[in-house]
């Protein structure tokens, strides 16, 4: 195990379970904030890891991820809206147009 890959799981066992744990259990606002770290750090990892195994080509994955996160970002928080919004129905179709 080299430096880079040691690296990799640094961030994987030390911010991928606290981001998972908040993800799972805590106030909308704050699974969101968990989902976009999470997602940073899995972009981290994807950026780290192929330095240690020496292969460039696994970076396509964290460009992937840096481009498809925002947009699942933005799909969780549709669903957190729709689900935990205590305004009546009608004032929310309101307020999205």
Known sequence: MNAWAAA???????????????????SPVRRLVALSSLSTV???VFLVLPQ??????????ALVLAVLSP???LV???????????APEEERH???D
């Open 8 to 26: 990799a799981l640094v961030l994987l066992a030390g911010a991928g379970p606290a981001c998972l744990w908040v993800a799972a259990s805590g």
């Open 76 to 86: 969780f928080a549709r669903f957190v809206v729709g689900e935990g919004s205590d």
């Open 94 to 96: 309101r307020s999205s």
């Open 52 to 61: 240690g195994y020496d292969r460039s080509s696994y970076q396509d994955l």
């Open 42 to 44: 899995v972009g981290a």
């Open 71 to 73: 947009a699942g970002t």
